[in-house]
Nanobody
C-alpha cells in the first residue's frame, strides 16, 4: 500500500481559497490514480475530485466543478486540490486516497490519508 499524508487545511472565509496537498510514500506514486473525498459531520464521505495516473484526465463532483482543481506532480509524489470560491457547505474533513481509476466510489480506493480539516466561515 501507499502511505498518504494530507496538509493545507485550515479556517478560511467564504469566497476565499485554500490549497490542499497530499504527499505519498511507500509505493510508486505514478501507479495510482488519486482522489479527494470529504466528510462533513453527520454525513457520509463523498467524492470531490480525482485525477488519473498521468494527470491528464480528471473527474469532479458537480458541487465543486469550476471552483476546485485537482492536479498532481509525480516527481514530488504529491497530489493537490486547489479550492477557490469556498462556500460554507465546503466545510468538512478532506481525505486523499489512492486507487486504480478516477472513480467516484470510496470502495475503489485502497489507501487513505488521515484527513485535514477545512472550515469555511461566513
Amino acid at each position: 500500500q501507499v502511505q498518504l499524508v494530507e496538509s493545507g487545511g485550515g479556517l478560511v472565509q467564504a469566497g476565499g481559497s485554500l490549497r490542499l496537498s497530499c504527499a505519498a510514500s511507500g509505493r510508486t506514486f505514478s501507479d495510482y490514480a488519486m482522489g479527494w473525498f470529504r466528510q462533513a459531520p453527520g454525513k457520509e464521505r463523498e467524492f470531490v475530485a480525482a485525477v488519473d495516473r498521468g494527470g491528464g484526465a480528471t473527474n469532479y463532483a458537480s458541487s465543486v466543478k469550476g471552483r476546485f482543481t485537482i492536479s498532481r506532480d509525480n516527481n514530488k509524489n504529491t497530489v493537490y486540490l486547489q479550492m477557490n470560491k469556498l462556500k460554507l457547505e465546503d466545510t468538512a474533513v478532506y481525505y486523499c486516497a489512492a486507487g486504480v481509476g478516477t472513480s467516484l466510489f470510496t470502495a475503489d480506493y485502497g489507501s487513505w490519508g488521515q484527513g485535514t480539516q477545512v472550515t469555511v466561515s461566513s
